[in-house]
Every structure is written in C-alpha cells, then in structure tokens.
C-alpha cells in the first residue's frame, strides 16, 4: 500500500518535471526570436522576396546555406549558421535556403546533398562550393581565403 503511494508520488513528480522542461524550452525560444533584430538585408532565412542577384550586387561577401528542416546534419549546423549571421551583421551575409520550403529560391545552385553552403565574394563572383557540415572555424577559415578577416 505505501509502496503504491510512494509510486504515485513519483509519477506525478516526474509529469510535473516534464511539463516544466518544456515551458522552459518553449519561453527560452520565444526569448530568443524576440531580443534579435537583423539589419535589412542581413536576415539569415530566405522568404520569397530574397533574389540571389540582388544579394551578389550588395558589396559583401555571401554563404548560402542550402538545407532543410528534415536533413538532421542541417538542423545541426543551424546553431553555428545563427550565430554567424548575428556576429557578421554589417560584415558578410549568411543566408539559408530551405529547399524544400523555397525550392524556386534554388535556381542556379547545382548541389548534390544536403547540406551544401555556397560562398561568393564581395564583387559577386563565385568562390568555392562545400557539401556537408561546417564548424564556425572553418567558415570564417573560407572567408578569410577570399581576403576576409573578421577577427580585426
């Protein structure tokens, strides 16, 4: 009969720590959408008015990020990609195409696999093309190859 109880108990603590986890998450990611603003022309998610031509005329260097929210090493590089964006804000464009939501946004990218990131120059120019993961080192590493240091 305890033993019932004491089961009890601890069901009901363990739903309890379950629903409190997840508002946590849910108000940290409110949180996080809220207390960042992108400069014009600096939003890291395509929409339907983002023309690749436009974005290579701005004067600063771009990496496209082609992936989807299905491709589990996409999700994974999302974080690095988020971070990117808001330290380069003013300095380079990190964009992201989701090729499924925004399959007409892809015209022009010859990729084979998900993810794939596209690097251009400031003038517009193609630089080099990556298929898979990259770490934030290693995409500052690119920019540095095309002549930009962000580190000064």
Known sequence: MVGDYVKKIRD?????????????????????KKEYKYQKGFELYVDENFDIYDDLKSGYPIMVDLG????APCREMKPTLVLLNKELQG???????DVV???DKTQGFNYRTLP???????????Y????GILSKHEI???FKE?????DK
């Not at 009901?12 to 996080?32: D, E, R």
């Not at 989807?68 to 491709?71: I, N, V, W």
């Not at 300095?91 to 195409?97: E, L, R």
């Not at 080099?128 to 298929?131: A, I, L, S, T, Y």
């Open 146 to 150: 095309m002549g930009y240091d962000f």
């Open 91 to 97: 300095k380079a464009k990190i964009k992201i195409i």
């Open 128 to 131: 080099k093309g990556h298929e």
């Open 68 to 71: 989807s929210d299905s491709c």
């Open 12 to 32: 009901i603590i363990i739903v309890i720590s379950i629903v409190v986890c997840l508002v946590v998450i849910y108000i940290a990611k409110q949180q996080t």
């Open 101 to 103: 939501k925004n399959k």
């Open 116 to 126: 794939t990131q596209v690097f251009f120059d400031a003038e517009g120019n193609f």
């Open 140 to 142: 500052l590493k690119i």
